[in-house]
């Protein structure tokens, strides 16, 4: 048998999106300022994810001006309204929603003023980039001037929104129900090369393929896929968290091992949108899906290397090599021996203090 | 505490200043300069979120006493740029996308300027290795990876700087790479988190935990903690003036242990002090006697009659069972070509997000309790503390400070109560943070799961049953379990159509630390068995992989294993997408690995061999200084 044996696995993954078996919902206030700028209010944000800058973007698009020109207060209970939690997948979703609508909302307030003021009919108004026009008229203002024009008018231009998402709970004994009005799915592949001698994995390449309805930042997309592929990696091959009788036994990182730089694989992303027919934006979600399928695919792959079936994670070294051993009688002796042949090699020498 | 006088520079200012002789360069830092930028993540040498270069040379400064760093120049994260100014480096991370909670990037961005400084044609090999004592819980490191590379093809001038600016806008925001507009404040150190916080007259708390796993708790004597010098006040559960209780599904978590203990690390008392190591002293001056109980560990012991019981509403130690039934299960059975069964298994896992737990609590002018924490529910922490607390809910206010890594893990409420306990009885500010340890030893972990499959096929693939049992442990607490086996059970036979299913998830209470959110809620431990069944499945029967999973994918009007009918399904093009990228060879899974021709494409990285990546010598052997 080679020393290094290489294999190829693939998983794909299912997701619901926003909170489970239950009625979702976030709340958004929105105000287009003066110098045609915005501010923002809702409940809960950035956890890391990038939300601060996809609502930015959302506001953007739906007032009509630059996201650098969107100011967001968020993250208290007394000062915005409520948009329930960051988790479950929900916050492009939800919160994206519900400001998209209250930005709608402060919009329209101002485009009416500003259709009386011109004269013309609402619907030919178009707002992009800080730039207000009447399509089909010869008419043109900044948005800066726009929010003075409104407000010359006595009106601030203001909205407010919740977003639903109409989950419903699970039957008690059957388990039927609608648990989530949206679903994502995913699919990755994963490529591992396995040492037979130390029964150390690496996984050298991941494909990640995930539909996550309308991308509002791609790199942001590919930012959560990469995140969420390589803690499925710790998860997969290294991380465990031990205690012994209640007591952990992996108080630090030097006992909890996480992956580093070193473990990284060259990730593919490929983004899949297929819009939700049911909210405004049609995005969807990825926070959470990214993970799910890569601790199967690379347990897969560890399959199509070295033929032998991980079903306890993590897929360790000392679990490799015992797999191993369970499927080659004998095979454990011939190890060991291959270790001792091999230990003029520095890099093996070094190794064998790990083992 | 022993005082000593230091002089340094740091990022070009000198400092002569008298400290405290046990304090490390970090906490000099941070606390004497409030250069908060450099973060503690692990307090061990083993995180990176500390790094600071001293006489040039990147240094964890969480490892460094205070008094080797006298007579040193230090530079810092704050120190790499003018006010207001980023970095080559520091503005191709912002291009990438390369930070994201950004607790991690004040160190990670002084490891790049490290590896760059040391050697500017540093190979993307060799970056790598440099930052390899640098760990990021979020990012996956690959938009680090970029973002190193740009730099150094803009320091060298093979790329004008104009790719670090944000890209035109094209017909619309949505769709647009837009740089994240938070990314300058986490890049250049200036975002506040809760430990970074400081306010006038704030006291610092310590939590007094639980050295047992199921105790009952004979008495708290806390008088002695209570006179000492600096000591503001001790709390207990004794301090709850309202129903002591919390939990996302069941509220059986009191703010601290009240009666017994059932995990190590529990919460037992608090102390709130003039400062940390009054504080931590003062621990160790609170007496509890424990009376040590019979623990129980495994779930599935726990579900056997006569076991320990550790909550007395549940007499079976059943945090919850979710079952699922659709169409006839052993009708199912007895159709199939084929029936497979295998057990699996799936690990307690750390969050292990980079920011340790941290807040702060106070009583405001108008009576109202304020806790900012990195909560990621400051929405439900509000209404049970209401309920702690006994105060009208629009007298307690939650506000979310940045939060350094969550992926579920600062949803479940943990300490936040006890803060705001402190805070009312000493009306002065508290503020409390983690140390990494605690974080382990104290907050939820990912549910471990157990899963027995059964799953029968036709012989072209057809699933035509499955019967699938997950048990798993939830620890000494309800906190997220319930949620959990929800999810794992709507979600446990994976995107596929199955006529006939029996489904049954459980959580059950052990003396091990509890389980509760974690990043796909269970999902991932449910379609981590599925998944390799459908492998299993597919050498069985002969059958490539991807076509097993189109033979049984979901579609626009499947109806899902809780029989909800689909209003959209993208699988088909899902998979199609990841065999054409991935450039997958058909083939039956049988160890082919050795045969494919699919493999080590330029879309691959080269294995890595530990320390064989610095192409010449020993790295910076020029000698040359480099700063920019």
Redesign the interface.
């Known amino acids: 048998m080679e020393r290094k044996l290489r294999g190829r696995g693939v998983a794909a993954s299912w997701y619901g999106i926003a909170r489970t078996a239950t009625i979702d919902r976030a709340g958004a206030w929105a105000e287009l300022d003066d110098g045609g700028t915005a501010k923002i209010v809702t409940g809960v944000t950035e956890i890391g994810e990038g939300i601060l800058t996809l609502l930015a973007q959302v506001a953007a698009d739906a007032l009509g001006i630059k996201p650098s020109d969107v100011t967001i207060g968020d993250n208290d209970t007394a000062r915005s309204p409520e948009a329930a939690h960051a988790g479950a997948t929900r916050q492009t979703y939800m919160i994206g929603n519900a400001v998209t609508l209250a930005c709608r909302e402060a919009k329209m307030a101002l485009f009416e003023q500003i259709a009386t003021h011109w004269s013309v009919d609402i619907d030919c108004l178009l707002a992009f980039d800080g730039e207000l026009q009447a399509r089909g008229h010869n008419l043109r203002m900044t948005m800066e001037e726009a929010v003075a024009t409104c407000k010359a008018h006595g009106v601030v231009p203001v909205g407010s929104a919740s977003f639903t998402a109409h989950g419903t709970g699970l039957d008690p004994v059957d388990g039927s129900g609608s648990p989530w009005q949206a679903y994502v799915f995913g699919a990755q592949v994963a490529e591992v090369e396995v040492d037979t001698y130390t029964g150390e994995v690496q996984v050298l390449g991941i494909w990640a393929v995930h539909d996550v309805g309308r991308a509002i930042n791609p790199r942001g997309v590919e930012g959560q896929i990469e995140g969420g592929v390589v803690q499925g990696l710790g998860q997969a091959l290294m991380e465990e968290y031990q205690t012994v009788d209640g007591h952990p036994v992996t108080p630090g990182f030097a006992k909890y091992i996480l992956p580093t730089a070193l473990d990284i694989p060259q990730i593919n992303c490929t983004i899949i949108e297929d819009p939700d027919p049911l909210s405004p934006l049609g995005a969807k979600g990825i926070g959470e899906p990214a993970l799910v399928p890569t601790a199967p695919a690379i347990m897969n792959a560890i399959y199509d290397a070295i033929g032998v079936r991980m079903t306890s994670l993590p897929a360790t070294p000392e679990k490799i090599l015992q797999a191993l051993q369970d499927k080659t009688p004998g095979r454990g002796r011939d190890v060991r021996t291959a270790r001792d042949e091999g230990a003029q090699s520095q890099e093996l020498a070094q190794r064998r203090g790990a083992l | 505490m022993s005082e000593l006088w230091v002089e340094l520079e740091i990022n070009n200012r000198k400092i002569a200043r008298k400290t405290q002789a046990h304090k490390r360069l970090l906490d000099f830092l941070r606390d004497d300069l409030h250069l908060t930028g450099s973060k503690e993540g692990?307090g061990?040498g083993?995180?990176g979120t500390c790094s600071v270069f001293v006489d040039g040379r990147l240094v964890k400064s969480c490892l460094m006493p205070v008094a080797k760093a006298s007579g040193c120049k230090v530079e810092t994260i704050e120190g790499l740029a003018a006010p207001g100014q980023l970095t080559t480096i520091q503005q191709a991370f912002h291009k990438?996308?390369a930070s994201?909670?950004?607790y991690c990037i004040p160190g990670m961005v002084m490891a790049a300027t490290s590896a760059l400084r040391q050697n500017p044609q540093a190979g993307i090999e060799e970056?790598?290795?440099r930052?390899?004592?640098?760990?990021c819980?979020?990012?996956?490191?690959?938009?680090?990876?970029e973002a190193v590379e740009l730099a150094r093809a803009v320091i060298a001038g093979d790329q004008s700087e104009d790719v670090l600016a944000e890209e035109p806008?094209g017909?619309?925001?949505?769709?647009?790479?837009?740089?994240?507009?938070?990314a300058p404040a986490r890049l250049s150190g200036r975002l506040k988190y809760a430990a970074d916080i400081r306010m006038t007259d704030m006291l610092q708390m310590q939590v007094l935990r639980s050295p047992h796993?199921?105790a009952r708790i004979v008495s708290i004597d806390t008088s002695e903690a209570e006179a000492m010098a600096g000591v503001a006040g001790v709390i207990t559960s004794e301090d709850v003036p309202g129903t002591d209780g919390f939990g996302v599904f069941v509220h059986d978590q009191p703010v601290m242990a009240r009666g017994k203990v059932r995990?190590?690390?529990e919460a037992v008392a608090a102390v709130a002090a003039e400062d940390l190591i009054t504080a931590r002293q003062a621990l160790a001056k609170i007496n509890v006697v424990y009376e040590e109980l019979p623990?129980v560990?495994d779930p599935e012991e726990a579900m056997q009659p006569g076991a320990v019981v550790l909550h007395d509403y549940a007499a079976d130690n059943i945090v919850k069972h979710?079952?699922?039934?659709?169409g006839d299960v052993a009708a199912g059975f007895a159709e199939a070509d084929i029936i497979l069964e295998?057990?699996?298994?799936?690990?307690?896992?750390?969050h292990?997000y980079l920011e340790p737990e941290a807040g702060i609590a106070y009583v405001d002018a108008d009576d109202?309790v304020v806790v900012i924490s990195?909560s990621?529910?400051?929405?439900?922490h509000?209404q049970m503390l209401s309920r702690i607390l006994d105060r009208p809910i629009?007298k307690?206010?939650?506000?979310?400070?940045?939060?350094?890594?969550?992926?579920?893990g600062?949803?479940d409420m943990l300490y936040q109560g006890m803060l705001a306990l402190a805070a009312m009885k000493t009306h002065r500010p508290v503020q409390l943070v983690f140390t990494?340890?605690e974080s382990?030893?104290a907050s939820a972990?990912?549910h471990p799961s157990r899963v027995r499959y059964k799953m029968g096929l036709k012989r072209n693939g057809q699933i035509l049953a499955i019967r699938f049992s997950m048990i798993s442990d939830g620890g000494a607490y309800g906190m997220s379990s319930e949620?959990v086996m929800?999810?794992a059970?709507?979600?446990s036979c994976?995107?596929y159509e199955v006529a006939n299913l029996c489904?049954d998830t459980t959580a059950v209470y052990?003396?091990?630390?509890p389980s509760g959110?974690f990043?796909?809620?269970g999902?991932?431990q449910a379609?981590?068995a599925?998944?390799?069944m459908?492998?299993?499945a597919a050498e069985a029967l002969e059958i490539d992989?991807?076509e097993i999973?189109r033979v049984n994918?979901?579609l626009p009007g499947s109806k899902t294993?809780?029989?909800?009918e689909?209003?959209?399904?993208?699988?088909d093009?899902?998979?199609e997408?990841?065999e054409a990228?991935?450039r997958?060879e058909t083939g039956a899974?049988h160890?082919?690995?050795?045969t494919?021709s699919?493999?080590?494409?330029a879309?691959?990285?080269?294995?890595?061999?530990?320390g064989?990546r610095f192409a010449g010598g020993r790295p910076g052997a020029d000698g040359k200084e480099r700063v920019w």
């Not at chain 2, 979710?322 to 659709?326: A, V």
């Open positions: 692990c061990a083993e995180c990438t996308g994201q909670c950004g970056i790598k290795e930052l390899g004592g640098n760990i819980r979020c990012t996956g490191y690959t938009k680090i990876f806008v017909k619309s925001y949505i769709g647009h790479n837009q740089r994240r507009i938070d796993a199921h995990h190590v690390g623990g560990f979710i079952p699922l039934r659709k295998e057990n699996f298994s799936t690990q307690q896992v750390e292990a109202v990195p990621q529910n400051i929405t439900h509000r629009n307690v206010r939650c506000i979310m400070s940045p939060v350094g890594g969550g992926f579920g600062k949803e990494r340890e382990i030893v972990k990912r949620g929800r999810k059970a709507i979600l994976g995107p489904v052990t003396n091990n630390t959110a990043r796909t809620f999902g991932m379609q981590f599925t998944e390799s459908m492998d299993i992989p991807f999973r994918m979901m294993h809780t029989q909800q689909l209003n959209s399904a993208s699988l093009r899902v998979l997408a990841a990228a991935s997958w899974p160890m082919r690995g050795a494919r699919d493999l080590g494409g879309d691959t990285r080269a294995p890595c061999t530990l064989a």
